[in-house]
């Protein structure tokens, strides 16, 4: 059936409600992304913050451990040692007493021959040590005659090697022309290895270096590692379980290099200009990557693609929540609008019904009381037959009137219920006497089995008198083809209730409609096609009533045909107060 104008219009705000909010959906889904992409770069340049600060103050701390063993030019050998070993004692008495374990002091004679001493904090002199094949290319080139001005030289200034771990500083001294020694060019005729203490770097120093960067543990947002660049084994980690394993992978890498000229830890090297011009400096070397640490920094909240992502699925999930939200709020809105619309209708088709049902009696009431009023009756058999009339309308418009009063009670919830004794087979008996003239004249047989041990039940004998009464009247009045009514009362095998079968022989009711028939003012397509008088209030008065008892009420199909509306009301034991 077409919708009428009137119908439509919800239907319409819902499609434009629709069509907006999927166009909502779309501009906050681009929207969202535009947040990640601009949160992810945010982020990004934070970390890279984080590590560059953490590398600069670790690269700061152990140039300042080289830069303490700096010496200018111009010491003879003898001198040189021993300016080391004070040197290595005045740093024993700093705070940071632990980071240098000793020094390696590699020299090589005017003949080219490279010699190795090494001393510790607990030494006083110089010992010769053997090359370790670690530093055989620092031997080789010493012996070469290196100036350390190659970018990939290993005497340059702040140059780090690994095994022994130390930061290497060459030994400046005036270059030879021929016989005489031309004052205006240095050359590198050794170096040193300021040893550092690995355990004491992993264990003191850098935890220091991160909690200053970075803030304490358990506030930090940012972990860090120092991982061996050769096979990325991790020499130090803040913390783990978030940046620790073999082979971990940072969201920024950084390779730990000196804040001058050379690539390695260290301040800014410079070899001193003598005589000449003193402001003429050879063109700085490239950079070069060879630091044999990395830092990598990871966000605590997992990788960096996965936090990103994690935010941008948290804001699509709230925009679209909220989506969610206001479409099931339109959608409500227009089923509200709907069910509003659909009860004013039936609210309407109840007082158009009402009126029909009170004009009938009334009009029967008034044309029998104007003919005795008119003397037209006056045999004393037809007088008999005019009362007669008079009382059956004036009860069916009593009942009428007590039907849409017990609605409105139920409709306020001022409707009360007294719980007394009593026996249903006596409320049968009455409700059959009550409507036995109307089944009669309806040509309807009633027919009636009660069990001889009902047990009693406890209510309001009045109420649910009316219940059976609407059962029974709507089952003659929408049955009436059949001919037959059946009810049966009897009690549940466990003892727990009673059960009323009130049956019929009629075209039965659909299953799509058996729970419809109980909603007020609900009338059948049925009841609607053959114009069966009524108001819809019969069934819903009766649910109402039994469930205000604690039972239930239900339609089930009568084997042979038919329907059967079967009620279940509680025993006292089981029945609520």
């Known amino acids: 059936m077409p919708l009428r104008s009137r119908d ?13 909010l999927v166009v909502l959906g779309f501009l906050q889904y681009q929207w969202t992304r535009e947040i990640g992409r601009a949160a992810a770069e945010r982020r990004q ?4 913050r984080a590590a560059r600060r953490v590398a600069g103050a670790i690269e700061r701390d152990l140039g300042q451990a080289a830069i303490a063993f700096f010496g200018d030019v111009g010491p003879p050998p003898l001198d040189r040692r021993a300016f080391l070993i004070e040197r290595l004692q005045e740093w024993q008495e700093r705070d940071r007493a632990g980071l240098v374990s000793g020094l390696l002091l590699a020299t090589r004679t005017r003949s080219g021959q490279v010699g190795l001493e090494e001393t510790h904090t607990s030494d006083d002199a110089f010992h010769a040590v053997a090359w370790p094949d670690e530093l055989r290319g620092l031997a080789d080139e010493l012996a070469a005659g290196g100036h ?11 140059a780090v090697v690994e095994k022994p771990l130390g930061v290497v500083l060459p030994l400046f001294g005036a270059a030879e022309t021929g016989a005489a020694q031309d004052p205006r060019r240095l ?14 770097l992993r264990e003191r120093l850098l935890p220091r270096v ?26 130090y980690a803040s913390d783990p379980a978030v940046v620790g394993g073999d082979t971990q992978n940072g969201d920024v890498e950084l390779p730990l290099r000196g804040r001058g000229r050379g690539p390695g830890f260290g301040p800014d090297f410079d070899p001193p200009p003598q005589g000449g011009d003193a402001t003429r400096r050879d ?15 990871r966000h605590r909240g997992g990788t960096f693609e996965a936090a990103v992502a994690s935010v941008q699925r948290r804001n699509l999930a709230t925009g679209f929540g909220v989506l969610a939200l206001l479409a099931a709020t339109a959608l409500v809105l227009v089923a509200s609008a709907q069910r509003a619309r659909r009860l004013a209708r039936q609210q309407l088709e109840f007082v158009t019904g009402v009126t029909h049902e009170l004009n009938t009696p009334l009009a029967a009431i008034r044309s029998a009381g104007q003919n005795l009023a008119a003397g037209i009756v006056t045999e004393p058999a037809q007088v008999r037959r005019y009362g007669e009339l008079l009382d059956k309308e004036g009860a069916r418009l009593a009942a009428l009137v007590a039907q849409v009063l017990d609605f409105a009670g139920i409709e306020s919830g001022g409707r009360a219920y007294l719980k007394e004794p009593l026996s249903l087979a006596s409320l049968l008996d009455e409700v059959v006497r009550d409507n036995r003239l109307v089944l009669e004249q309806a040509g309807i047989a009633l027919e009636r089995e009660v069990a001889p041990d009902l047990p009693e039940l406890r209510g309001d004998a009045p109420a649910l008198r009316r219940a059976i009464a609407n059962l029974v009247t709507n089952a003659a009045k929408f049955a009436a083809t059949g001919r037959w009514i059946g009810i049966r009362a009897t009690a549940r095998p466990d003892g727990r209730a009673v059960v009323l079968r009130v049956e019929d022989r009629g075209p039965g009711i659909p299953r799509e409609e058996r729970e419809r028939v109980f909603e007020p003012f609900y009338r059948g397509p049925a009841a609607e096609r053959n114009a069966t008088p009524g108001s819809g209030l019969g069934l819903s008065l009766v649910r109402h009533v039994v469930r205000a008892h604690g039972g239930s009420v239900r339609v089930e199909p009568r084997d042979g045909g038919g329907a059967a509306l079967v009620v279940e009301l509680p025993t006292p034991s089981v029945a609520p107060a």
């Not at 350390?148 to 290993?154: I, K, N, T, V």
């Not at 200053?212 to 020499?235: I, K, N, Q, S, Y």
């Not at 063109?283 to 920094?297: G, I, K, M, Q, T």
């Open 283 to 297: 063109p700085p070397p490239p950079p070069r990557n060879d630091s044999p640490w990395l830092l990598v920094a």
């Open 8 to 20: 439509r219009g919800p239907w319409l705000v819902l499609s434009v409600l629709t069509v907006l």
């Open 210 to 235: 991160v909690e200053a960067m970075l803030g304490p543990a358990p506030t930090r947002v940012v972990e860090v590692a120092l991982l061996r660049r050769e096979d990325r084994v991790v020499f």
């Open 148 to 158: 350390g001005a190659r970018p990939d030289s290993l005497v340059r200034p702040g």
């Open 45 to 48: 340049a934070d970390l890279q």
């Open 187 to 200: 050359s590198i005729d050794g170096v040193v290895v300021v040893l550092l203490d690995e355990a004491y």
